[in-house]
């Protein structure tokens, strides 16, 4: 099994920036996509950001690019998501997940974190 374990949530004002992180535990997989994915209240649960750990292929949510950049420390087993300008709209409980292989989907994912709270103020 996989365990991830997630920091950096918080609460940011409208035009501020945070830092997620998300540290995976390694066992016996090399080849694998963390990614974050995010959900608001009487919202259904949607892709954000995802990064293959092998070849670094990126994917974006249209709605964050130009503002988030996710990127990854292999050494660390560890994924980031730096969040700039951010607005209300991006308030969400904030989800880490793993999965195995290389192709960065927006869908299905084997592994997942137990969230972190983004709150933006207005």
């Known amino acids: 099994q996989v365990q991830l374990e997630e920091s950096g949530g918080g609460l940011v004002q409208t035009g501020g920036s945070l830092r997620l992180s998300c540290a995976a535990s390694?066992?016996?997989?090399?080849?694998?996509?963390m990614a974050w994915f995010r959900q608001a209240p009487g919202k259904e649960r949607e892709f954000v950001a995802g990064?293959?750990?092998?070849?670094?292929?990126?994917r974006y949510a249209d709605s964050v690019k130009g503002r988030f950049t996710i990127s990854r420390d292999n050494a660390k087993n560890t994924v980031y998501l730096q969040m700039n300008s951010l607005s209300p709209e991006d308030t969400a409980v904030y989800y880490c997940?793993?999965?195995?292989?290389?192709?960065?989907?927006?869908?299905?994912?084997?592994?997942w974190g137990l969230g972190t709270q983004v709150t933006v103020s207005s």
């Open positions: 990064i293959s750990m092998s070849t670094t292929t990126t």
């Open positions: 390694r066992r016996t997989f090399s080849t694998y996509v």
């Open positions: 997940a793993v999965r195995m292989g290389s192709a960065v989907l927006t869908t299905i994912y084997d592994y």
